[in-house]
T-cell receptor
Framework: GAGVSQSPSNKVTEKGKDVELRCDPISGHTALYWYRQSLGQGLEFLIYFQGNSAPDKSGLPSDRFSAERTGGSVSTLTIQRTQQEDSAVYLC?????????????FGSGTRLTVV | EDQVTQSPEALRLQEGESSSLNCSYTVSGLRGLFWYRQDPGKGPEFLFTLYSAGEEKEKERLKATLTKKESFLHITAPKPEDSATYLCAVQARGAQKLVFGQGTRLTINP
């Protein structure tokens, strides 16, 4: 597609429920990233996928968070047993990987509110 | 630990009043320094990548420069549509993730 698409754009959920956030990267982009942006905070790295390599999960804040990327394209970020501190905007980005680093293209994000 | 500090946190300018935003960084070998623009309710939009000290890049009213310790985003004769939050990020050699600063919220008054 023309850009990175994320759905839903907004999600309100009750504390303790599970949520799934979806990301459709730009076609042909081999790298996919998830970041989290909390109010008044900078962007926080969560997880990185590159081709068929094992993902870099070093930024996931707890074992309630997981992500997968199917067929090297669409990615889903799952948060189990949501807590109020999970409320944030979850941003997905994709990029080409190569010898020179390329800027990411971000989606518009999913605003998650846990009540 | 890689770190990025942006200043000021917020900046108000009159239309046409030029200024600069600062991004100070510490990184274990720089692979790239990035500038992004973020409008409310949207994801960051890529502006520039700088790779080595002394490099400069320009786009319309924006010019980004890089030294070994900091980067500046110079805004010349800004317009109200330049109002946004500007984010700086670094990528270390051998790393995949970007480390972001907190951003500078820029407001240009007509």
């Amino acid at each position: 597609g023309a850009g990175v698409s994320q759905s839903p754009s907004n999600k309100v959920t009750e504390k303790g429920k599970d949520v799934e956030l979806r990301c459709d990267p730009i076609s042909g982009h081999t790298a996919l990233y998830w970041y989290r942006q909390s109010l008044g905070q900078g962007l926080e790295f969560l997880i990185y996928f590159q081709g068929n390599s094992a993902p870099d999960k070093s930024g996931l804040p707890s074992d309630r968070f997981s992500a997968e990327r199917t067929g090297g394209s669409v990615s889903t970020l799952t948060i189990q047993r949501t807590q109020q501190e999970d409320s944030a905007v979850y941003l997905c980005a994709s990029s080409l990987e190569g010898r020179r680093v390329h800027g990411y293209t971000f989606g518009s994000g999913t605003r998650l509110t846990v009540v | 630990e890689d770190q990025v500090t942006q200043s000021p946190e917020a900046l108000r300018l009159q239309e046409g009043e030029s200024s600069s935003l600062n991004c100070s960084y510490t990184v274990s070998g720089l692979r790239g320094l990035f500038w992004y623009r973020q409008d409310p309710g949207k994801g960051p939009e890529f502006l520039f990548t700088l790779y080595s000290a002394g490099e400069e890049k320009e786009k319309e009213r924006l010019k980004a420069t890089l030294t070994k310790k900091e980067s500046f985003l110079h805004i010349t004769a800004p317009k109200p549509e330049d109002s946004a939050t500007y984010l700086c990020a670094v990528q270390a050699r051998g790393a995949q993730k970007l480390v972001f600063g907190q951003g500078t919220r820029l407001t240009i008054n007509p």
